[in-house]
């Protein structure tokens, strides 16, 4: 292990290697996984309405409860099966929208998701009572303990309460990400509970052929993705490339370096900007990924990561020997090369957030003078790279900016407290002359981010010029 003092940065010279590029991802990729979700839905309602949902609806109260029960309780198992599916790591997906998005996406999904279930088991129970005339805690208990796969849906439901109250933001700040993640596997099996109560009980499911062949082949698809793409592929991939660690080096307080070593690493499809999920396998909970991203261009033989001790998963990193093998996961996330649309890059980190960008601006294609990079930290002792950034400074002929200073408070900025005579934009086209004929790449917490995308815009930087990935959980 290489030990370095807090502030001193190892120099690395590196290799250029010929690498094999990534496909570009074709645009309608993105517009297909829409339409398919889409449809699913409209699939759902129409074997509704073919089940005489619409007729049941004019039959009287109790007839129109259970039959906007049975609805909302179809759509809401499909909007948990599309949820599944859009965190399955599928490739199509995931390079047409980026890890930022899907989780938003799949947030936003499984909180209607879960909210169309609440509504379900509310309408339901009411169709229930009025029909049989009972008042509706005996209804319940009837319900719950005769029919059919009902202890497996209520279980299946408090497991999917868990997922739901620990998505709220509140909840996830409050745990580590480790925690979180342990929790959010509880959807799989809400998922897998619910089966049971849907082919025993489900009217749709049990009077339809054509219901059956659907549910069934849905529920195939996300399995099937999750079989594949959660885990054949990382063993695969894993056992292929045989990653181990190979140097451990102290950048910063509080920040290191691993570099990994591996076989064939060349072939594959892996761009500067992209990030992996690692399981280090050195003991007690090896079984636990964190994801980091890449702070170099990869090499044919060689990655390397960079993180900040902010959980149990980072901070073991220091505590890595050399030779401990290494599980993978990845590569993921878009902000590659393949999001430019211009000839001239500019960067903007904060903190941890250059480890992506220092690997970009390795890699990227720009002429001299055609890249600029801001570079936002507390104080000198906290830059990352420095004297890597500076040597691939000169080297490529990139204007850099440190930006140094305790956080400016009383307004959201991506400012230090120094320069808070400065409005946010004025700042940036200082720093970025002409900036709307950049690509800008935007990296750091989340509300730095808010704010440094905020100030490019009002700077007068084209969206589509605009590129950023938020690896918050």
């Not at 309408?123 to 202890?151: A, C, F, K, P, S």
């Not at 181990?244 to 900007?273: C, D, F, K, N, Q």
């Not at 946010?424 to 970025?432: F, I, M, N, S, T």
Request: aromatic share 10%; hydrophobic share 45%; glycine share 10%.
């Amino acid at each position: 292990m290489t030990n370095r003092g807090p502030g001193q940065v190892a120099s690395r010279p590196r290799t250029m290697h010929v690498r094999r590029r990534p496909p570009q991802t074709p645009a309608w990729w993105r517009d297909l996984t829409g339409v398919l979700c889409w449809t699913s839905v409209l699939i759902v309602a129409a074997l509704w309405v073919s089940g005489r949902g619409l007729q049941t609806l004019l039959n009287g109260p109790a007839d129109l409860f259970t039959s906007l029960g049975r609805l909302s309780g179809l759509v809401a198992a499909d909007l948990l099966l599309v949820q599944v599916f859009l965190m399955a790591r599928v490739p199509m997906i995931e390079r047409s929208y980026g890890q930022d998005e899907l989780a938003r996406r799949h947030r936003l999904t499984g909180f209607w998701s879960f909210n169309l279930l609440l509504a379900h088991i509310a309408l339901i129970l009411g169709g229930y009572t009025l029909r049989d005339h009972n008042n509706l805690l005996r209804e319940t208990w009837t319900v719950v303990t005769t029919y059919g796969g009902m202890l497996l849906a209520l279980a299946a439901t408090a497991a999917l309460v868990v997922v739901v109250v620990t998505s709220v933001r509140l909840a996830r700040r409050a745990l580590r990400y480790e925690s979180w993640h342990l929790l959010h596997l509880y959807a799989y099996v809400g998922v897998g509970l619910s089966i049971p109560h849907e082919i025993w009980t489900g009217a749709d499911f049990t009077s339809s052929r054509l219901a059956q062949v659907y549910w069934w082949s849905a529920y195939g698809v996300a399995a099937g993705a999750i079989v594949v793409y959660r885990l054949m592929l990382p063993i695969w991939r894993t056992l292929r490339h045989g990653l181990t660690v190979r140097e451990v080096i102290y950048e910063a307080p509080g920040v290191v370096t691993v570099s990994l070593g591996g076989r064939g690493l060349h072939r594959m499809p892996v761009r500067a900007g992209q990030y992996f999920v690692f399981r280090f396998l050195d003991g007690q909970g090896w079984s636990r990924g964190n994801p980091y991203s890449l702070s170099a261009s990869p090499a044919p033989d060689r990655l390397r990561v960079t993180a900040k001790a902010a959980g149990d998963g980072s901070s073991r990193l220091a505590r890595l020997r050399p030779g401990t093998r290494v599980a993978v996961e990845g590569p993921y996330g878009r902000l590659t090369a393949e999001r430019r649309v211009t000839d001239r890059v500019a960067m903007f980190a904060c903190g941890i957030g250059i480890t992506p960008l220092r690997a970009l601006l390795e890699e990227l294609d720009y002429r001299r003078g055609d890249a600029v990079l801001v570079y936002r930290a507390h104080s000198e002792a906290d830059l990352v790279f420095r004297d890597e950034l500076e040597q691939l400074a000169r080297r490529r002929g990139i204007t850099v900016h440190y930006v140094l200073g305790p956080r400016l408070r009383g307004r959201a900025s991506w400012l230090p407290e120094g320069a808070g005579s400065w409005s946010d934009a004025a700042a940036v086209r200082k720093l970025v002359p002409e900036i709307s004929q950049y690509d800008v790449f935007v990296c750091g917490p989340d509300r730095w981010m808010d704010a440094a995308c905020a100030a490019v815009t009002a700077a007068g930087l084209p969206a589509g010029q605009l590129h950023q990935e938020r690896f918050s959980w």
